[in-house]
């Protein structure tokens, strides 16, 4: 029986349990969840200010966690590889959780395709909400 391969992409910036909550989340439905982590570049363009967190350290901390099968580092997304090369079954769109993205920034995924997940935890600390705040403020993307 083939495998109901899943993707979720993000930017994965300033790690918290919102992040893991998603993640979990999107394994439970699928066989192998593939993570696609969201270069500074990519950042940069939609927020207008790197992450605080380096690419390398970002997609090694999303690398590690046992929910993941696959860690891939993308500019974007790339529906044709994503389905084509991946074999993608499902990607995942997450509803209000910072630095992944959403339903209306999958361009070019077949609707039948996307999976929205719901919201994960916020972060508890103050001194990381204070950051994800200030950062949403100044941008357009979630």
Known sequence: MPQRIGYLTGVF????????DVLERAKEKCDRLVVGVLTDDWAMDAWGTRPFVP????????????????MVV??????????????VRTVFAASGTDGVLGVDELDGIPAGLVST???????SSQILRAAIDQRQSRSSVA
């Open 55 to 70: 690419l390398v350290e970002r997609a090694q901390i999303v690398e590690q966690l046992r929910c993941v099968d696959e």
């Open 13 to 20: 910036d300033l790690f918290h349990v919102g992040h893991l």
């Open 74 to 87: 993308v500019e974007g997304v790339e529906p044709e590889w994503l389905i084509g090369v991946l074999g």
């Open 117 to 123: 997940l719901p919201a994960g935890r916020g972060s």
